[in-house]
């Protein structure tokens, strides 16, 4: 009966997506699930998580630095407004290498992936203190693992009529409570990498040269002297594929999420 039941629920969120892809007026997301979307992040584990139509899609990769592999779980989620969380319709699994010479991860195959059952459900839940915890309905592998916001700035944005490109990669903690990305920004001739700075109080990605940011390893960094100037920035995300970016000099300008990617 459960299993009966989990297929039936499944198949009812299915048609509800089909429904909301071809109706004229978008289905809005819930007001209480909006929480959720963000990335968050913990030693060596990111979780992603994106709002499509009526549901959630969830990305959770865990790395292991001491062999360069990984494991990513996949998850098509709903909210449950009774419980305040979101629980899985679906989930798959499965494992990479990664090489740090290339930066290209490789994929194995998929260990599982279908429908869930209601005994193996997994659940995203927001402690008091905005911790977001995950319970795997297969493994229960993340029972004692807690991720924190990082904001959603990977990937490109632009203004092309400002000459501005900027494309950011999420790196990790640089230390126990610094949340890191790399940010490469190009402003008319200047292009520079530097090192961006998450602050959880203000959702805010700080940006500074290496030097400034107290980085150790400055290979791939301009120095400030380097550049001929000043170039601390600070992004703040907008919604709906909105940045600001404001500079230490008084600029102001609005990037727009590019959904192609890198420039080839």
Known sequence: MKKMMGILLALVFALSLICAATAEDVVPQPEGGKKFESNWAMMNGLIEIYYEEEGYRVMVDLFNQVDNTGTIWEYSCYYVEERDDLESISSRKIGYTFDPDTLEKTLGEYEYEGIDELENTSVFTLSEDGALS??????????????REIGQFDGVWRNDSEDVYTEFHWQGLYDENTYF??????????NYQIAGMYDAETGRLVCYDSEAAGIEDTEGFLTAEEAGRPYDIVFTDLGSGKMLFETADGTKLELEYDILGPES
């Open 181 to 190: 990305y790399y940010a490469f920004v190009a402003r008319g001739e200047d």
């Open 134 to 147: 995950w319970k795997d309905g297969h493994e229960n592998i993340g029972q004692d693992l807690e991720f």
